[in-house]
């Protein structure tokens, strides 16, 4: 017999928000660790380098490229218009506020959120976390507090790492279609482009290392259904945290950029 439509959409409203509320507990839980310095230093590090060392060639790549293709698409047209003494702050501008920190984050969530569910889904169907708490040990401050604090530490150097590599190839490309000389490029950058644009998109990097960690974190902890729930935990956590990156940096922006988007 088919499912009443009522009852289908009251039981996704509850699993959502059953979903929501477990992720708050579990930042909740991390977040008073934290406040405690209940962190595990050794292994803080260990996952810094798992977790962010290991993305940075993948993060640069693919910022390299993106600021090749904005100034591919803004040089010539410029130049052409009598702009292109603009095309630095431009790409500077795009990377900084916007491309640089949701770039990297959706890279590392590709990479690094998918590498959480996994190991933590693993570890459930292994019955690893049932041993832990059986010693009376938190899995909360074993596996997640460091992943998040790694995170935190490592997700901001990585996107300023996307922003200087994105700005170079900007400004080679730039160079080569265009004929925009370095020194013009440069120019444009310090004339058009604010300090403050760089730190408030490195403020988003902090809000995107969250939910990337909690994310992959919660979807690995919740595995179900043994080795094929891995797959499913681990597409979860890279579909889920994505949407998330791409939700939460349209309301950032609006909050951090608001002002200029009407001009004031």
């Not at 934290?34 to 230093?41: D, F, K, M, T, W």
């Not at 009376?136 to 150097?157: E, F, I, K, T």
């Not at 013009?184 to 730190?199: E, H, K, Y």
């Not at 951090?256 to 009407?262: A, T």
């Amino acid at each position: 017999m088919a499912a009443n439509p009522l009852e289908s959409v009251g039981r996704e409203t509850t699993d959502l928000l059953e979903y929501v509320g477990g992720v708050a507990l579990l930042g909740g839980e991390s977040a008073r660790l934290i406040a405690g310095l209940r962190i595990r230093v050794a292994e803080t590090f260990n996952q810094a380098y798992l977790l962010g060392v290991q993305s940075w060639s993948i993060v640069l790549l693919t910022s390299l490229f993106t600021g090749m293709v904005i100034s591919l698409e803004s040089a010539v047209q410029a130049v052409h218009y009598g702009f292109g003494s603009l095309v630095g702050s431009a790409v500077a501008f795009g990377s900084f506020r916007e491309l640089g920190p949701m770039l990297s984050a959706v890279v590392v969530a590709g990479r690094a959120g998918a590498a959480i569910a996994a190991e933590l889904g693993s570890m459930v169907i292994t019955e690893q976390i049932e041993a832990l708490e059986a010693l009376g040990l938190s899995p909360v401050r074993m596996l997640v507090v460091p992943r998040l604090v790694a995170m935190l530490l490592m997700l901001p150097v990585l996107t300023i790492m996307a922003d200087i590599v994105s700005i170079l190839g900007g400004a080679w490309l730039a160079n080569q279609v265009a004929h925009i000389d370095y020194d013009t490029f440069l120019t444009s950058i310090r004339q058009g482009v604010a300090i403050s644009d760089m730190l408030l998109g490195l403020l988003k990097t902090f809000v995107f290392a969250v939910i990337i960690v909690l994310i992959g974190s919660y979807q690995g902890l919740r595995t179900r259904l043994g080795a094929a729930g891995v797959g499913i935990s681990t597409t979860g956590s890279v579909v889920i945290s994505i949407i998330l990156i791409f939700i939460t940096n349209f309301l950032l922006s609006y909050i951090l950029f608001g002002s200029n988007f009407g001009g004031g």
